[in-house]
């Protein structure tokens, strides 16, 4: 199964692009100081209806009184930790609120991919992010990309998602030369900060789809794993 996540959903209309272009996951940002930001009435609304992408609710080192408050009024399908996370955390938040977590890890060099391989067994998934510039408001979404050929031939024990700087123009690009498990975007499908663009949508979905099926041999997740089923079969 290859993924196409499209993240910061806080609109009605991107939420539906993203519903209607076939896209596997929507994420949905609970952290204050992040433009698309929403608080969990406005996900749940967002996201009522039956049968849409699976849902993941994005923090950055979060304290179990914000997960459990955001849990109380919107119920995602996977949970993604995008700050600083060690794996005993990680595995303490899935262990309590019994969901599936995306661990999100900055990618600058060769040499953060050994904290990758250390860590990575906390999580169910792995998403790989370019790592922010210094001075960086946000932990991610800063339309920064980092470069790819580092993760060529990569492998790892639970599948991946690619992130960073990704758009509908490079993300074919991006998919041949790390072969991810997934994809996911926020600021490159944007017309404006925080602010989604239905047809950009529409193009990355597009284009990823194309780019994951022109491949003759998929990188499936280890045998014997099962990462969770994405959309409302989960629900």
């Known amino acids: 199964m290859r993924l196409v996540k499209i ?6 209309d991107a939420y539906e692009a993203a519903r209607a272009a076939g896209a596997d996951l929507v994420g949905f940002v609970f952290y204050p100081q992040s433009p698309r930001a929403v608080l969990p009435s406005q996900a749940a609304a967002i996201a009522a209806e ?10 950055v080192d979060p304290a179990d009184a914000l997960l459990q408050s955001v849990l109380e009024g919107f119920r995602p399908d996977f949970l993604q930790l995008h700050g600083a996370e ?4 990680v595995a303490a938040v899935r262990a309590r609120f019994g969901l599936p977590v995306i661990k ?3 990618i600058a060099g060769a040499g953060d991919l050994a904290r990758v391989r ?6 169910d998934w792995v998403m790989l992010d370019a790592k922010p510039s210094a001075g960086a408001a946000l932990p991610g979404g800063n339309a920064e990309s980092f470069d790819w ?3 060529r031939g990569l492998r790892l024990d639970r ?12 993300v074919a690009e991006a998919i041949g030369i790390a072969d991810p498990t997934g994809v996911d975007v926020s600021s490159g499908v944007e017309k404006s900060r925080g602010v989604k663009d239905t047809a950009k949508i529409a193009s990355f979905v597009r284009a990823a789809r194309a780019a994951f099926g022109s491949r003759a041999i998929a990188s499936p997740p280890p045998l014997g794993y099962d990462p969770g089923v994405p959309g409302d079969a989960r629900r």
């Open 118 to 123: 250390a860590e990575q067994h906390a999580a």
């Open 7 to 12: 993240c910061g959903i806080n609109a009605p």
């Open 50 to 59: 039956a049968g849409g992408p699976g849902r993941v609710a994005l923090f």
């Open 104 to 106: 999100v890890f900055g």
């Open 149 to 151: 050929s580092l993760l």
């Open 86 to 89: 060690p794996p005993s955390r």
């Open 159 to 170: 599948p991946w998602l690619l992130a960073g700087g990704l758009s509908p123009d490079n």
